[in-house]
C-alpha cells in the first residue's frame, strides 16, 4: 500500500511539473489507473487546496495584469465541450461573478449567458437593484446567483458591526423586494473584510464570496485583457471577479465562456459551485 501511494504521488507530482523539468526526470513507471486512481483524486484535491491558498496571496502581490503584456489568442478546445455544469460533483466547475450593477449593460450580458447555456453570479448594489427589479427577477428566473454587495459600497472593514449590518441588510432587502427571496451571499466592495464582517454575516446565516481571479478589468477597460486574466487564472473551483458595468467586460463573456469551456471548465454561479456554504465564512475559491 505505502509503495502504491509513493508511486501515486511521484507520477501526481512529476505530472504536475512544467514540461521542461518533467523531461529531466528519470521515467517513472505508471501504475494501473484502477489502483491508483482513489489515491491520485485525494492528492489532487489537496494540491489544489494547496494552490489556491498560493494564488490567495500571490493575487495581492501580483497583479494578474501586466500591462503592455500582448493577451494571447483563445486556447484551442481540447476536449468536447461540456454542457451539464460538471456533472454531479460540480468538480470543473469555477463560478464567474460580475459586480457592481445591474446597469445599462446586464441585461446584454444576460442574452449572452443565455445564448451560451452558461450562468453566473450577480453581485448587486442595493440602489441599482431598486432601480433594475426586472433585472434582477430575470437573473434568477435564468438560473444566476444573485449575491449583495452592500447598499453603498463602502469599505466594510472601517465600520462597526451595526453599520456592516445596516449596509447588508438594505442590500438584502432589495433583492428580497425584486425576487420575493433573499441571498446567501455577499460580497464585501474591495473584499475589504475583517473579524467585524465574518461577526455579522455569521449572525445574519450569509457568507462572503471573495475571489482568487481578479480580471481587474475596471482598470484598462480591454475586453482581451479581460479574457485572458480569466482564462489563465482559473482552475477548477475558482470564484472569477468582473463588473458588468463596463461595456467591455460584456464584450469579453463569449471569449471567457469559451476559452473556460476549451480548459475543461464550466462556468456556473456561486450557488451551483458551493451548495452548502458555512455562514460567516469567506470563500475566495472552493476548497
Ligand atoms: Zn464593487
Given at each position: 500500500?505505502?509503495?502504491?501511494l509513493?508511486?501515486?504521488?511521484?507520477?501526481?507530482?512529476?505530472?504536475?511539473m512544467?514540461?521542461?523539468?518533467?523531461a529531466?526526470?528519470?521515467?517513472?513507471?505508471?501504475l494501473p489507473?484502477?489502483s491508483?486512481?482513489?489515491?491520485?483524486?485525494?492528492?489532487n484535491?489537496?494540491?489544489?487546496?494547496?494552490?489556491?491558498q498560493?494564488?490567495?496571496?500571490?493575487?495581492?502581490?501580483f497583479?494578474?495584469?501586466?500591462?503592455?503584456?500582448?493577451?494571447?489568442?483563445?486556447?484551442?478546445?481540447?476536449?468536447?465541450?461540456?454542457?451539464?455544469?460538471?456533472?454531479?460533483?460540480?468538480?470543473?466547475?469555477?463560478?464567474?461573478?460580475?459586480?457592481?450593477?445591474?446597469?445599462?449593460?446586464?441585461?446584454?450580458?444576460?442574452?449572452?449567458?443565455?445564448?451560451?447555456?452558461?450562468?453566473?453570479?450577480?453581485?448587486v448594489?442595493?440602489?441599482?437593484?431598486?432601480?433594475h427589479?426586472?433585472?434582477?427577477?430575470?437573473?434568477?428566473?435564468?438560473?444566476?446567483?444573485?449575491g449583495?454587495?452592500?447598499?453603498?459600497?463602502?469599505?466594510?472593514n472601517?465600520?462597526s458591526?451595526?453599520?456592516?449590518?445596516?449596509e447588508?441588510?438594505?442590500?438584502?432587502?432589495?433583492?428580497?423586494?425584486?425576487?420575493?427571496?433573499?441571498?446567501?451571499?455577499?460580497?464585501?466592495?474591495?473584499?475589504?473584510?475583517?473579524a467585524?464582517?465574518d461577526?455579522?454575516?455569521?449572525?445574519?446565516g450569509?457568507?462572503?464570496?471573495?475571489?482568487?481571479?481578479d480580471?481587474?478589468?475596471?482598470?484598462?477597460?480591454?475586453?482581451?485583457?479581460?479574457?485572458?486574466?480569466?482564462?489563465?487564472?482559473?482552475?477548477?473551483?475558482?470564484?472569477?471577479?468582473?463588473?458588468?458595468?463596463?461595456?467591455?467586460?460584456?464584450?469579453?463573456?463569449?471569449?471567457?465562456?469559451?476559452?473556460?469551456?476549451?480548459?475543461?471548465?464550466?462556468?456556473?454561479?456561486?450557488?451551483?459551485?458551493?451548495?452548502?456554504?458555512?455562514?460567516?465564512?469567506?470563500?475566495?475559491?472552493?476548497g
Open positions: 500500500m505505502r509503495r502504491i509513493t508511486s501515486a504521488l511521484t507520477v501526481l507530482i512529476a505530472a504536475a512544467p514540461a521542461a523539468a518533467h529531466q526526470l528519470p521515467q517513472i513507471p505508471r489507473a484502477s491508483s486512481a482513489d489515491i491520485q483524486g485525494e492528492i484535491h489537496r494540491l489544489e487546496d494547496a494552490r489556491a498560493v494564488e490567495d496571496f500571490s493575487s495581492q502581490a497583479p494578474h495584469t501586466a500591462p503592455g503584456k500582448k493577451a494571447p489568442a483563445a486556447p484551442a478546445p481540447k476536449k468536447p465541450q461540456p454542457r451539464s455544469e460538471g456533472g454531479v460533483d460540480c468538480a470543473n466547475c469555477v463560478a464567474i461573478t460580475y459586480d457592481d450593477g445591474p446597469g445599462a449593460e446586464t441585461n446584454r450580458l444576460l442574452d449572452k449567458l443565455k445564448a451560451k447555456n452558461a450562468h453566473a453570479s450577480f453581485m448594489i442595493a440602489p441599482s437593484a431598486e432601480q427589479p426586472e433585472l434582477l427577477k430575470r437573473m434568477k428566473a435564468e438560473g444566476h446567483t444573485i449583495n454587495h452592500t447598499k453603498s459600497h463602502r469599505q466594510l472601517t465600520l458591526y451595526e453599520q456592516v449590518s445596516q447588508i441588510d438594505a442590500g438584502n432587502a432589495a433583492i428580497k423586494k425584486a425576487t420575493g427571496q433573499g441571498t446567501r451571499w455577499v460580497r464585501p466592495p474591495y473584499g475589504a473584510t475583517n467585524t464582517v461577526q455579522v454575516t455569521r449572525d445574519k450569509v457568507s462572503q464570496a471573495l475571489w482568487d481571479v480580471t481587474v478589468d475596471w482598470k484598462d477597460r480591454n475586453s482581451e485583457h479581460v479574457c485572458s486574466s480569466a482564462v489563465q487564472g482559473a482552475r477548477a473551483g475558482s470564484i472569477v471577479l468582473m463588473h458588468d458595468i463596463h461595456p467591455t467586460t460584456v464584450d469579453a463573456a463569449d471569449c471567457v465562456i469559451d476559452g473556460l469551456r476549451a480548459k475543461g471548465l464550466e462556468p456556473v454561479s456561486m450557488d451551483r459551485l458551493l451548495r452548502t456554504p458555512v455562514a460567516g465564512k469567506r470563500y475566495y475559491a472552493r
